[in-house]
């Protein structure tokens, strides 16, 4: 079974700093692309960032590019998401993805997601 546990999401200052973790079971993570959306109050998913297996190649959204840094540890079997100079548009729902999907879903393995607050 597939599983997808996220956490380190918070209440932070605008332009402060997170680092949000996805720890992943039930499948060879080393295989498997995985990618970052998020969901915003009231709003659909939104892409964020995604990575590849093994050599690390990263993708971007706009909104988020130069900001945050998506990271993996195929020791460990974890994803991460550094979050810095957070805008309080980035207040969402942090959600981890198993494989790389561009798009605002369908996700057919998806965490219960991390809650990312940016307010003063």
């Known amino acids: 079974e597939v599983r997808l546990v996220e956490s380190g999401g918070d209440l932070v200052q605008p332009g402060g700093s997170l680092r949000l973790s996805c720890a992943a079971s039930?499948?060879?993570?080393?295989?498997?692309?995985m990618t970052w959306v998020r969901q915003a109050p009231g709003k659909g998913f939104e892409w964020v960032s995604s990575?590849?297996?093994?050599?690390?190649?990263?993708w971007y959204a706009d909104s988020v590019r130069g900001r945050f840094t998506i990271s993996r540890d195929n020791a460990k079997n974890t994803v991460y998401l550094q979050l810095n100079r957070l805008h309080t548009e980035d207040t969402a729902m942090y959600y981890c993805?198993?494989?790389?999907?561009?798009?605002?879903?369908?996700?057919?393995?998806r965490g219960q997601g991390t809650p990312v607050t940016v307010s003063s």
């Open positions: 990575i590849s297996t093994k050599d690390d190649v990263t």
């Open positions: 039930g499948f060879t993570f080393s295989n498997a692309g």
């Open positions: 993805v198993k494989d790389i999907i561009f798009t605002s879903g369908p996700y057919p393995y």
